[in-house]
Nanobody, 123 residues
Framework: VQLQASGGGLVQPGGSLRLSCAASGRTVSQYLMGWFRQAPEKEREFVAATSWSGRNTAAADSVKGRFTISRDNAKNTVYLQMNSLKPEDTAVYYC?????????????????WGQGTEVTVSS
């Protein structure tokens, strides 16, 4: 499966962005989908994940209450709605697909990766 992330950009603190991850090659409904991020000189970290159906989700403590992951299997697309953005959210955001039914929180748990989209939160 090929993944294409988009929607990043420059936003002021307190602002919002919605990232999209479009899948091709295979239907995304077969995969658990996740978002990760990597800030400069830091390791890639888990942000959020959604189950095959979208009924179950998980999120890192640092983004709970601010970020929401969702999916539209008919459009083969996964979204990350990011609200109340903070400067520490600045990073390259990656979407990833996992061919298991249970959540994974480590990058090694995921089988396919998109190319990343950059998010900068700054005034």
């Amino acid at each position: 499966v090929q993944l294409q992330a988009s929607g990043g950009g420059l936003v002021q603190p307190g602002g919002s962005l919605r990232l999209s991850c479009a899948a091709s090659g295979r239907t995304v409904s077969q995969y658990l989908m996740g978002w990760f991020r990597q800030a400069p000189e830091k390791e890639r970290e888990f942000v959020a994940a959604t189950s095959w159906s979208g009924r179950n989700t998980a999120a890192a403590d640092s983004v709970k209450g601010r970020f929401t992951i969702s999916r539209d299997n008919a459009k083969n697309t996964v979204y990350l709605q990011m609200n109340s953005l903070k400067p520490e959210d600045t990073a390259v955001y990656y979407c990833a697909a996992r061919g298991r039914s249970y959540f994974g929180y480590d990058p090694d748990d995921y089988d396919y990766w998109g190319q990343g989209t950059e998010v900068t939160v700054s005034s």
